[in-house]
């Protein structure tokens, strides 16, 4: 089991950026896959940008060439860059480590594009 705990959220115009983290309690280069989902109210929880073990990165269509997922094993921590942020990315972005047989999820933290 890892403890995740996101940071970075905020409120920020449309056009703008902000670089999420997701601090792991533990090492995280042994987990299978870390991700970024989000949940925006009224819906259900989608993926946003995963990578694998070994690097591989996964984006969802619609922040594809606009969110980079990244990974830092040596101090255990997954971010989530997001540029050209537009109202419809406003959501709870949660941090997720997929081991192939369990997930772990962490709190969430608040992101809204507005201006």
């Known amino acids: 089991q890892v403890q995740l705990v996101e940071s970075g959220g905020g409120l920020v115009q449309p056009g703008g950026s902000l670089r999420l983290s997701c601090a792991a309690s533990r090492r995280i280069d042994g987990i299978y896959q870390m991700g970024w989902y989000r949940q925006a109210p009224r819906k259900q929880r989608e993926l946003v940008a995963s990578?694998?073990?070994?690097?591989?990165?996964n984006y969802a269509d619609s922040v594809k060439g606009r969110f980079t997922i990244s990974r830092d094993d040596a101090n255990n921590v997954v971010y989530l860059q997001m540029n050209s942020l537009k109202p419809e990315d406003t959501a709870v972005y949660y941090c997720?480590?997929?081991?192939?047989?369990?997930?772990?999820w962490g709190q969430g933290t608040q992101v809204t594009v507005s201006s």
């Open positions: 990578i694998s073990a070994i690097g591989t990165t």
């Open positions: 997720n480590a997929n081991w192939g047989f369990r997930s772990d």
